[in-house]
Structures are given as structure tokens and as C-alpha cells.
């Protein structure tokens, strides 16, 4: 079951460490259209590859099924959860291969108009055994003319979520997440050792940013790193970044995707968690302090 987390407790995390045998991750990296059908098609095809390779768990990007030109079309052309194409397509799939599946995420239809960025992983059963809705959105003006506003079509999510597997814990986030160091020092305080970090990530912020907030976030918590990314340019002119990355709790990157479509894999040996954080235990080194500003 997934956990509900509350802000920093500072507590040990020595109780929540475990030391079971090693798996393979995959990061699927794909680039998404305004035609579910076809994304969905495109993605089946990625995900039985890297199951092929010997991934026992799948990890999506955000909004893998579907990126829409305006952001009102996710609620126009949308689905609530129950109902969704994609998260019937995933269950499906999990089930058939029989692996574990992040679905990164997809958006649903939710009250006034507006969707939840919402990322699902799926039980090799086929079951959805963890929800998580983005917390921080995307309101930015680039400098290069490109402005987003999440807020205007997505309902921020309002709780963290870590969730059971069977090597370990793993902390669920959404892109823009990412620049929110607090969210992965809680989640690590909550028992993650593995961290998602599923993302749609622009072209122009991810070169600049993405590998340098991805590898700090494994620093400071001592967790290994999925970062599933969308690649590649629409017929509307919206850019992603790619390079999905799998980072160990060192910082070290195991594997980079690039700039294509297409899955990377790494092999994953969760006493390396313990090793790291007890080389440095930074997280049993929180304290709670106040701020003087002049």
C-alpha cells in the first residue's frame, strides 16, 4: 500500500532499510503526439522489448499516452481514471508479461475543467497498486518565448506517496517535482530507496538542469534514481529533452538514453542504498532550525 507522508521528521531511516536480491529497471523513452492510439501502440511496443531484456520494472514517462498541443484538450478529449484507454492498456500489459509497470503518467479527469497529472503502478497482477498526482506544476516563462501553465488545466496533487516492491520502497514524483529537494528528503524519510522521477522535461531546461537535479536528488537521499523522460518534437514545435536517466545512490549514472526512442536498463542492487547512507548518513543528520532574515 502506499504511504501518506507528512513534512520532515528527522527520524532514522536505519528501520527501513532492506537488503533483498537485485532486479533490472528499464526507462522507457518515447515521443508522445495528440493521438492516443498511436502512443499507446508505440509504448506497447517499447515495454515488451525491455521486458524481453529482462526488466522486472517498466518505467514510463509522464504523459507517455498522450501530449496535447492546448492544454484544455486533456479535459475535452479526457477520460475519468476507471475509464481511461491507457490505464486498461497498462493493466493489461502488466499482466501479460507479468512485470511490474509505472505508468508515469496520464492525465484524468477531475472538477472544473481541470485534470490530475496523475502517475499509476501496476502490480504484475494487473492491479493498480499506487496513485500518485503531481504536487508541484509546471508556471514558467522561458526566456526563449515558451510559456507554460499547468495550474490553468491540472489540479495539484496535495500528498506524497511511497509504495511497496518486492527490492524495496520506491517514492513517487513528476517532473517539475524535481526542483523540489524537500519532496525527495521526505519521501526518503518516509522509507524510499528508489525514487521515480517520470518527466516530459523541455528541451531547453533539460539541457540545462536535468542531469545536475536528478543526480543531487540521489545524492541527498541516498536512493537509486528512475527518470524516464519524453523525447523528440511534435508537429506543433514542443520540445523534450530526453536522456532518461537511472542514477545510483552515489550519483554515478548508470545508464542515459539519449536523445531517441527507445528503453535503457540497469541492473539494481539495493544493499547499495545502505552502503551509501551509511558511508554518509546525512539523513539521520537533520535538524530542525530556525531562519533569521534581516
Known amino acids: 500500500m502506499p504511504m501518506a507522508s507528512s513534512w520532515p521528521t528527522g527520524a532514522s531511516t536505519e528501520r527501513v532499510m532492506s537488503s533483498p536480491g537485485p532486479f533490472t529497471v528499464a526507462c522507457v523513452q518515447n515521443c508522445a503526439s495528440d493521438d492516443l492510439d498511436a502512443n ?7 515495454v515488451r522489448g525491455a521486458a524481453a531484456a529482462g526488466a ?25 481514471e476507471a475509464a481511461h484507454p491507457a490505464l486498461a492498456h497498462g493493466c493489461g500489459l502488466a499482466r501479460d508479461l507479468g512485470r511490474w509497470l ?14 490530475r497529472n496523475r502517475a499509476l503502478l501496476i502490480a504484475p497482477g494487473g492491479e493498480v497498486a499506487a496513485r500518485y498526482d503531481k504536487i508541484h506544476l509546471f508556471d514558467v516563462a522561458i526566456r526563449d518565448g515558451q510559456q507554460y501553465r499547468e495550474s490553468s488545466s491540472v489540479v495539484p496533487g ?8 518486492p527490492w524495496g520502497r520506491l517514492g513517487l514524483s ?8 524537500g519532496l525527495y528528503r521526505e519521501l526518503a524519510h518516509a522509507g524510499a530507496e528508489f525514487l521515480a522521477v517520470p518527466a516530459a522535461f523541455t528541451a531547453k531546461t533539460g539541457a540545462a538542469h536535468w542531469h545536475a537535479l536528478l543526480r543531487a536528488r540521489a545524492i541527498e537521499t541516498g536512493c537509486f534514481v528512475f527518470a524516464p523522460g519524453q523525447c523528440g518534437v511534435r508537429s506543433w514545435g514542443r ?29 539494481i542492487e539495493p544493499a547499495r542504498v545502505g552502503e551509501v547512507r551509511a558511508m554518509i548518513p546525512a539523513l539521520n543528520h537533520d535538524r530542525h532550525f530556525s531562519v533569521e532574515a534581516g
Open 158 to 165: 496535495e500528498r506524497a506517496v511511497v509504495a511497496a516492491l
Open 174 to 181: 513528476i517532473c517539475y517535482d524535481l526542483r523540489f529537494a
Open 239 to 267: 520540445r523534450t529533452y530526453g536522456h532518461s536517466l537511472i542514477v545510483d545512490p552515489w550519483g554515478e549514472v548508470l545508464a542515459d538514453g539519449g536523445d531517441d526512442v527507445g528503453f535503457i536498463t540497469a541492473r
Open 56 to 80: 522486472d520494472l517498466i518505467c514510463l514517462p509522464e504523459f507517455y499516452c498522450l501530449l496535447e498541443p492546448r492544454d484544455g484538450a486533456y479535459y475535452e478529449h479526457g477520460y475519468e
Open 40 to 46: 499507446l501502440r508505440g509504448v506497447e511496443e517499447l
Open 102 to 115: 509505472l505508468l508515469g503518467s496520464i492525465p484524468v479527469r477531475d472538477i472544473g475543467g481541470k485534470v
